[in-house]
């Protein structure tokens, strides 16, 4: 479910850094479903459950900072929105292309910043030594880092997927429509292989469909 105009019903808004910042319910009950819903059938489960939710709004509210400081850096007034499939930074405005290259670098930079920061307290030992603390940082580790390189991959609408289109000015769309579509198809069915995960073969086959589907629009012109 993806929701594109942050004014409308069914949104949390505040400010963060002087940006507006718009979530849609539909974010709070994605980060439950791809969390560890199952085991949050008692006091102990429930817990985990919502430090998995906070941890999911805490790395994307930093990841998409990344993406509205470098915006504001350019001159830019950007927004966040939280949805359904994740997040954005919006923000109207001509940038070229050094900008945009690092205004989409941002996102994952800040992500892989926050990973390492929690990698570091963990492997130092600065953590006390119970079970909600570590899987916090077990959390913040895998959201941040993990996550942040698979946006990274040359996948349409991942981060990677514009730092292709910005490194290749915006040329040989066909092309970047089949790299984007084998690489979403390949990455499904290697996390389904390792992990057994069939949400992650589900996200990655729509992202191919969708790659799919814009290299044909740019074969034929639209």
């Not at 900072?65 to 923000?91: D, E, T």
């Not at 390792?194 to 992650?200: I, K, N, P, T, V």
Request: with cysteine; charged share 10%.
């Amino acid at each position: 479910m993806f929701v594109s105009d942050p004014n409308g019903p069914g949104f949390l808004r505040f400010r963060l850094f002087g940006f507006p910042v718009a979530i849609h319910w539909f974010f709070w009950v994605l980060a439950a479903l791809i969390g560890p819903i199952g085991i949050a059938n008692d006091a102990k489960g429930m817990r985990i459950l919502l430090i998995w939710i906070g941890v999911v709004l805490v790395s994307i509210l930093v990841h998409e900072l990344g993406h509205a400081f470098a915006y504001r850096k350019y001159g830019g007034r950007p927004q966040i929105l939280l949805h359904g499939m994740g997040g954005v930074a919006m923000a109207h405005g001509h940038f070229n292309r050094k900008q945009s290259i690092i205004i989409t670098l941002g996102g994952p930079f800040f992500g892989l910043i926050l990973g390492t920061v929690f990698w570091m307290l963990l492997y130092l030992g600065f953590v006390p030594g119970n079970i909600y603390t570590e899987l916090l940082c077990v959390f913040m580790i895998q959201v941040n880092i993990f996550w942040s390189l698979l946006n990274l991959l040359p996948i349409l609408p991942l981060d990677g997927g514009q730092l292709l289109g910005h490194l290749m000015h915006g040329r040989r769309a066909v092309l970047r429509g089949q790299i984007g579509a084998g690489c979403a198809a390949l990455v499904g069915i290697v996390l389904f292989y390792l992990f057994s995960d069939l949400f992650a073969l589900l996200i990655f086959g729509f992202l191919a469909y969708q790659n799919y589907q814009a290299t044909q629009r740019f074969r034929s012109g639209f």
